[in-house]
């Protein structure tokens, strides 16, 4: 299984729906994030946590919510999509005092 | 905020050395990162150098850093048709804190 899990893969919505995009992990890291990768713009961070009582938001969150349900669980939902949220979404995790982040696999969301 | 800045495409032919360059603008990062995405994948570390090292060498890459210029490359010996990707530049925030700033990001592709 991998270490950082992000469900659904893929989704097609409407503009104005609710969408939640869901990511677990099993490395048990403190920290996850949510960034969006747009061509040509590379990955911007949208929200961040340092621990179930710490969230932040990140450079671009207006239009974005997120619930740390469990230090493993960090889910971000897109209250009324827009058709510019239309992006891949990845989910990150990371540990204080190591390097770097892991990354899911990534959730590819079109509002049509 | 951070500024991190790279070039969008580089082509070079399988066997060469390939260097891909990244400009940022936080003077105190600690830790520069660089990570690799495959097509259809998540983003995978690469390697990374700590800011009181000029250069760092792991096989095939080798990462230079000119703090001065704020100036970190990526440097691939004898290029592979597996190494066609997109490489992100992550330095990591000043200050700690695990935060990352990700570059536009270099699409790499070797040909034959």
């Known amino acids: 299984d991998a270490d950082v899990t992000q469900t659904p893969r893929n989704r097609i919505t409407k503009t104005g729906k609710r969408i939640m995009l869901e990511c677990s992990q099993t490395?048990?890291?403190?920290?996850m994030y949510w960034y969006r990768q747009d061509p040509g713009l590379g990955l911007r961070l949208i929200y961040y946590?340092?621990?179930?009582?710490?969230?932040n938001k990140g450079e671009i969150s207006d239009g974005y919510s997120v619930s740390r349900q469990a230090q493993a669980k960090f889910s971000l939902s897109l209250e009324s999509a827009i058709p510019n949220q239309t992006a891949l979404y990845f989910c990150a995790t990371s540990a204080r005092g190591d390097y770097g982040y892991t990354f899911g696999s990534g959730t590819r969301l079109t509002v049509v | 905020g951070e500024d991190v800045e790279q070039s969008l495409f580089l082509s070079v032919r399988e066997g060469d050395s390939s260097v891909i360059n990244c400009t940022y603008t936080d003077s105190s990062s600690t830790y520069l990162y660089w990570y690799k995405q495959e097509p259809g994948a998540g983003l995978q570390l690469l390697t990374y150098?700590?800011?009181?090292?000029d250069m760092k060498q792991d096989q095939r890459l080798t990462v230079l850093l000119n703090k001065k210029d704020k100036h970190l490359s990526l440097r691939i010996a004898d290029t592979q048709t597996g190494d066609s990707a997109i490489y992100f530049c992550?330095?990591?925030?000043?200050?700690?804190?695990?935060?990352?700033?990700f570059g536009t990001g270099t699409q790499l592709k070797v040909e034959l």
């Open positions: 946590s340092f621990d179930v009582k710490d969230i």
């Open positions: 150098i700590f800011s009181n090292m």
């Open positions: 490395k048990g890291h403190d920290r």
């Open positions: 992550a330095p990591e925030a000043g200050g700690g804190g695990n935060k990352l700033t």
